[in-house]
Structures are given as C-alpha cells and as structure tokens.
Antibody, heavy 122, light 106 residues
Framework: QVLLQESGPGLVKPSQTLSLSCTVSGASITSGSYYWSWIRQPAGKGLEWVGRIYTGGDTDYNPSLKSRVTISVETAKNHFSLSLASVTAADTAVYYC??????????????WGQGTLVTVSS | DIQMTQSPSSLSASVGDRVSIPCRASQSISTHLNWYQQKPGNAPKLLIYAASSLQSGVPARFSGSGSGTDFTLTISSLQPEDFATYYCQQTYTTPRTFGPGTKVDI
C-alpha cells in the first residue's frame, strides 16, 4: 500500500511562493516507472493537473502554470515538493499529491494524498 | 491542450437505477481515458483505467466503454455509496486534463 501525505503552510500571502511537500511511504520515489504528481482543486470546482516528476527526474508542467511552478525530489527523505511562485487568490485550492502509474501502455493516478488546503490571502 | 467535457453536470437517480455518465474529448485519445469517483472531503479514487479496465478492488457494477472521443461510465445498479461526483481524465498527452465532473445525487 502506497501512502502519500502533503504538508506545508495553509496560508500564503499574495505574490509570495507556495511550497508544499509530499512524503511517500510504501514505495521509493526513485524506483520504478512512476510519475509523482501534483493536482489541485479550488473549492467547489474541478480538478486541475499542475505537473509531475518522473523517477528519473524529468518534469512536465501545465503550460498555464509553467512559468511559476517547480517540482523537485528529495531522495533522502523519499519526498517530492511543489513550489508555485507569485501566487494570487486564484491559486487558493486543495492541493493533492499523487502517483501516476503505468498500466501496460496506459497510465492512471492510482494513489492520492488526502489533500491540503492552501489559501492565498493577506 | 485536450479539452474534456462532461454533460450533464449533475443527474438525479435512485438506488437500483442504471446510470450512464458520458465524457467527450476534443480530439481522439484512443483509449487513454480514466474515471475517478470523488466524495465530499475526500481525494478522488480511481475506478476505471484505459477506458474499460476495472481497477483492483472496485465493484463490478462499474464499467467503462468508448474509444476515440466518446466515452461512458456505467453503474449497473446504483448503490447508496455511489452518490458522488465522477470525473473523466485523459492521459493521451500532457498536460493531463480532467472533465468538469458529473455529480450523481438522489
């Protein structure tokens, strides 16, 4: 069983940088053909894919956020992180970390963290 | 980006009903389509991957069909625990994109 747990500040001021970590247990984030992802959901709205990092270190980001987002891995702690710069109220959301796994030639997000609410407000 | 649409945004049903939830992609995605269930306050849960493959542990009353641009999630006999919001997601390319969701309520 793979468990993911988000952590980080619940309140960030406008124009500052949002920083979250995701601790993974039950799997090594440097092994296997997995992508470690961030997905967010504003209150009462749908899901928005933020980006992902491969076990090999390659990253993909949503073009709508690309200039502001960085996803990185800290292998010693078996966790990966999200950094989102120059935040505004539109970045207020529940942020989920998750694992995207290969199913033969398909992919699906099979394990999710519980989510953490980040509010952007002064 | 590939746009995913789901209509209706909500539907009402009763326990025991057969429910079909459609999803459409803005371009062909073959069978690179997943379905997730989300209940209030919870993370999404993977139900179906590759358009029609049932995720381990998911009840057999859930099924998926379709390819190309048109897909359907079917619940053969709705149970009380199935009242939730259902999202489709394409994994044909990045950025991954989700449909806006269909809420199934009583």
């Amino acid at each position: 069983q793979v468990l993911l747990q988000e952590s980080g500040p619940g309140l960030v001021k406008p124009s500052q940088t949002l920083s979250l970590s995701c601790t993974v247990s039950g799997a090594s984030i440097t092994s296997g053909s997995y992508y470690w992802s961030w997905i967010r959901q504003p209150a009462g709205k749908g899901l928005e894919w933020v980006g992902r990092i491969y076990t090999g270190g390659d990253t993909d980001y949503n073009p709508s956020l690309k200039s502001r987002v960085t996803i990185s891995v800290e292998t010693a702690k078996n966790h990966f992180s999200l950094s989102l710069a120059s935040v505004t109220a539109a970045d207020t959301a529940v942020y989920y970390c998750a694992r995207e796994a290969p199913y033969l030639r398909w992919h699906a997000t099979d394990f999710w963290g519980q989510g953490t609410l980040v509010t952007v407000s002064s | 980006d590939i746009q995913m649409t789901q209509s209706p945004s909500s539907l009402s049903a009763s326990v025991g009903d057969r429910v079909s939830i459609p999803c459409r992609a803005s371009q062909s995605i073959s069978t690179h389509l997943n379905w997730y269930q989300q209940k209030p306050g919870n993370a999404p849960k993977l139900l179906i991957y590759a358009a029609s493959s049932l995720q381990s542990g998911v009840p057999a009353r859930f099924s998926g069909s379709g390819s190309g641009t048109d897909f359907t999630l079917t619940i053969s006999s709705l149970q009380p625990e199935d009242f939730a919001t259902y999202y489709c997601q394409q994994t044909y390319t990045t950025p991954r994109t989700f449909g806006p969701g269909t809420k199934v309520d009583i």
